[in-house]
Nanobody, 126 residues
Framework: VQLVESGGGLVQAGGSLRLSCAASGRTFSSIAMGWFRQAPGKERQFVAGISRSGSRTFYADSVKGRFTTSRDNAKNTVYLQMNSLKPEDTAVYYC????????????????????WGQGTQVTVYS
């Protein structure tokens, strides 16, 4: 599976960005997707996950209520809508994919994911 993120950039605190992750190489509806981020000097952390069907999502407490993940299986794309951005959201954001039999499981930990994108930088300034 190849994953390509886009949509990162520089935004003022309180603003919004939408990240996209386009997948290829495997039937998109057969893979669960996730978003992670990594700030300089910090470990990669889970941000959001979505099941194969898109019916279930899960968020880190730090982004709950501000970020929303969704997927369009017809377009082989997963999205991360980020609202009310804060300077502490500054990081490189990665999408990840995990092949799964279940259509409703959301994967939340780094080691469980099989494939990763190259990342896109999000910088929030105050």
């Amino acid at each position: 599976v190849q994953l390509v993120e886009s949509g990162g950039g520089l935004v003022q605190a309180g603003g919004s960005l939408r990240l996209s992750c386009a997948a290829s190489g495997r039937t998109f509806s057969s893979i669960a997707m996730g978003w992670f981020r990594q700030a300089p000097g910090k470990e990669r952390q889970f941000v959001a996950g979505i099941s194969r069907s898109g019916s279930r999502t899960f968020y880190a407490d730090s982004v709950k209520g501000r970020f929303t993940t969704s997927r369009d299986n017809a377009k082989n794309t997963v999205y991360l809508q980020m609202n009310s951005l804060k300077p502490e959201d500054t990081a490189v954001y990665y999408c990840a994919a995990k092949t799964l039999a279940s259509t409703i499981v959301v994967v939340t930990t780094t080691p469980q994911y099989d494939y990763w994108g190259q990342g896109t930088q999000v910088t929030v300034y105050s």
